[in-house]
């Protein structure tokens, strides 16, 4: 009973220190569909977690380090692919040979994408930095300075509308792994798969942002807020809300056993509640939320130091807080 009262205390704290101490509150509650299935391939993302509602223009995506980080001494991320079948995913093969390009440059940032051999749907997407289009990319990293050196931050993939993002390592990490995906833009079906189907992305070094054209003529902005050691936040703009059933963001991920995990728990703040609804993520039935936390509270053996994932401060203003003006 001790051991139980002690993670969920940890994973409460988590979530507390992840939405903020100055918590930028939304004036949306959306509603937070489970459309995740049981499966026994690690390497397939079974877990899908949706938000949806027609008002939200603006909301807070937050990476943050997972609560036994600071005891994890060694991490595994090796690929699983126990009880794997893959043999009937799609093919696209690339139109050009596989590549890198390095898009932009500075002493704390840069950009570079690739061309893979081939990729599961086709390479229509474009993506800009300043008068530089490239056609076909399948992966595109953004890269920062840290203390030790160099380190990947995010990752998109352009032709189907998949982001990866984490924090710095903590001091005694010289890495940490990458763990569940988001979605980000009008969330559609192709296949069994959620995508977003986007027509170009145009990169900003000024402002570290994502600008986002959507194939349904609708646009939107990822931009980086802020990256450490403890979290990254990112702020995401719409132009305007996703209306009908469709999600306006999404997270991806997998789920096995609870060892052998990228997620395993949930928690949602329902409007109104004094705190949080926290329980396993699989059989999670839904609900409405201001603020949800998805994570783990205990050791995976599958890319063991992955960060929580956290979406909040859902907003029908598309424009940013105002801060509190400083004291004289």
């Known amino acids: 009973m001790r051991s139980l009262v002690r993670s969920l205390t940890v994973s409460l704290s988590l979530m507390l220190a992840a939405a903020g101490t100055a918590h930028a509150a939304g004036d949306v509650a959306v509603e937070v569909k489970n459309e995740s299935e049981q499966v026994a391939c690690a390497e397939k993302d079974n877990v899908t977690i949706k938000a949806i509602s027609p008002e939200v223009r603006r909301f807070r995506i937050e990476a943050a380090h997972p609560a036994y980080i600071a005891g994890l001494l060694r991490d ?40 893979f ?12 930095v300043g008068d530089r289009v490239e056609k076909g990319l399948h992966l595109v990293q953004l890269w920062k300075l840290g203390k030790t050196g160099s380190y990947e931050v995010l990752v998109v993939y352009p032709q189907d509308g998949y982001w990866r993002v984490r924090p710095l390592p903590p001091q005694q990490l010289s890495a940490a792994a990458y763990g569940s995906s988001f979605l980000f833009g009008p969330v559609e079906q192709d296949g069994a798969r959620p995508v977003v189907n986007i027509r170009e992305i145009a990169f900003d070094p000024k402002t570290l942002s994502f600008n986002l054209a959507f194939k349904d003529g609708s646009s939107g902005t990822l931009k980086l807020d802020s990256v450490d050691e403890n979290r990254m936040v990112l702020d995401a703009v719409l132009d305007k809300p996703v209306t ?64 929580d994932m956290v979406f909040r401060g859902f907003s029908r203003d598309p424009n940013p807080p105002a801060k509190p003006e400083a004291k004289k």
Request: proline share 7%; aromatic share 14%; glycine share 6%.
């Open 76 to 115: 595994n991320w090796d690929a699983d692919w126990t009880d794997c079948d893959m043999s009937g995913d799609p093919v696209h093969r690339a139109p050009v040979p596989p590549r890198r390009v390095t898009f932009y440059e500075s002493i704390e940032y840069w950009l570079v994408g690739y061309t």
């Open 117 to 128: 051999e081939s990729f599961w749907r086709p390479a229509e997407t474009t993506f800009r």
């Open 244 to 307: 009908g059933s469709k999600a306006f963001a999404a997270l991806r991920s997998m789920y096995v056993t609870e060892f052998n995990n990228d997620v395993a728990r949930i928690a949602i703040r329902e409007p109104g509640a004094k705190g949080w609804r926290e329980e396993a993520l699989m059989p999670f039935t839904g609900g409405k939320a201001t603020d949800v936390w998805m994570g783990r509270t205990t050791h995976s053996r599958h890319n063991t130091s992955s960060p």
